[in-house]
Every structure is written in C-alpha cells, then in structure tokens.
C-alpha cells in the first residue's frame, strides 16, 4: 500500500519526490521480444545504486507501454519497487485512453507500495472546451485511490493543459505534481500559481539547471538523461545536481556544461523515427541492458548503429 494516507498526499511528496528521477526504458527480449524482467531489475538496480538516480518512471512513453499488455505493465511495476527497495522510489504510469484501465493500474501500483502515480492527459475527441472534462477525469481518478498522482501534459495529446487548469486540478488531496511538457512560461507561470499545492518539473535535462537556480525546483521528473549521461564513475548529472541543491551555483554550472559533448553526441546520432531504439542501443553500449524496441516502433538499421557507435566513442563517456 502506499505508505501515507491520501491526505497527507502533498506533504509526502514534498519529503520524498525530489531530486534526480529518470524515465525508465523496457528491456524486451531480442529472440521473443518477451519482457526482460533480469534485465529490467538489473538496469533499476544499477541506476539506483551506482548512478544515484532517486526515482524511476515505469512504463511511460519512453518505456513502451503502447506496445504492453496491462498484465506486462503490472509486472514492471512489482519488479521496479522490488529492484528499487531501500535505494531508490518508483512513479508508475498508468496513463491510457480507457479509464478503467487506468484505475486498475493505479490501484495496482499503491497495493504492491510504489509510492506515486502518473496519469498522461488524455486525447479527447472533438472537443474545444476542455477544461471541466479535465478537471473531472482527474477528480475521478484522484477519488478512487490515496496515491500520489502526477497529472502529465504534453502536446502528444493534441492539446496542453493552462497553468490555470493545473492549478484547480491541484487543490485535489492527493493530485501532487505535474511532469509539464510546455514552453518555460507555461510551468513558470504554473510554479508561481500553484504554489506549495504542486511539484512542477518538466522532462527538459537542458533546461533542469536553470530551473534549480531560477525557479527552486526540486524534483527532475524526468526522462532518459540520468542514465543515458552516466556511469558508475561519471556522474555529473547527479554531481551538478547536488552542487545547484546546495548554493554552488558556478560550479554546478561547470559540471552541466562539462557534459555537452556527452548530449551532443546523443542527440546528433539520433535517428529522428527512432527514439526508444536509439536509446536502447546506447544503453547496449553502456553495458546495460536495452535490447530490441517493440513495433509500432522501428529497429536500428546497421549503418544507423556504426553511427551511434562513432558517437558514443566520441562523447567522453
């Protein structure tokens, strides 16, 4: 169960959801394309141990869910809070289209103890007034469990929820953060609105330094960067981190700008179609375990490889 009731939702988060999150991507096996549930622990436990990593996000778009059974999701879930236990917390994603998968989710993931939720903003037909359905989506889902929810606006919903939208959705018990995929006014806005009612953040690695320093943020929620960017002994996401944290400012500075060849090279080797397959392979070749991406998504082909290979050479890593 989740370890708060849903009243105290707000001021757990406040202790607990801070620091360096990342978005976890799904091992799949390359025979079968089945689920790699060793791998899978095994890339949890090495980011919440050697890399400092403090949460992780299962299953959200990075991590395929569009191409998992709700069965499949389910598993991730147990695996990830069992590999993370006294290292590391989970945010588990149950965002669908269909609201009954999403509460089957959602109350899965408080009975096996994760300690938050994140719910994407639907796609919704037709519609041009969007906000009551929004705010009574969230209020529904809010009412049938006590975890933590972290309401996620991005444009791949064909729309973006108004700082004002996410600012009445937050007077709810148990609605906690936001993962706020818009321009920089958009969660500026929202983190001055909002107040000590939401945890704002947004997945930009360029922009999390300047949002520690600009705005006092205290949560990178999240994508693929802090386990794409490290090693076991390079650790500078998490150095910068904990430098900007703690007032070091021109310090912290040069350490985030001391990784750029490393986001050069991730970025420019990558194929614009191809986003969950680029990073898996580059987890391949940081001795992870990435594997294969499921279709809809497209694989790598080998002069695509020989590239990222090059890249990856190249990066300092």
Known sequence: ??????????????????GVWAAALTPFQPDTLALDEAGFASNLRHWTRDLGIDGVFICGKQGEFFAMSVAERKRCFEIAVEATRGHGRTIMSCSDQNMDVVIDLARHAQAVGSEFIVVHAPVLHFLHDRDDTLFEYYRHISEQVDIGIAMWSHPDSGYLMSPEL??????LPNIVAIK???PREMYTKLTHLAGDKLIVSTASEDEWFDNIVDLHWQVYLCSNPPFLYQTATDRR???YTDLAFAGNIAQARFV??????????????RPGGKPQA?????????????????RPMLQLTDAE???????????GL
């Open 1 to 18: 169960m989740a370890p708060y009731r849903r009243q105290d939702a707000k001021a757990f988060a406040r202790e607990n959801l801070r």
């Open 180 to 182: 706020y995929s818009v």
């Open 256 to 269: 985030r700008d001391s990784l750029e060849p490393v986001r050069a090279a991730f970025k420019n080797s």
């Open 278 to 294: 680029h990073a898996k392979y580059w987890m391949d070749l940081l001795g992870q375990v990435g594997g294969p991406a499921r």
């Open 305 to 315: 490889k020989a590239t990222i290979r090059a890249a990856f050479a190249a990066s």
């Open 237 to 239: 996401l998490r150095d």
């Open 166 to 171: 996410c600012a009445r959705i937050a007077e």
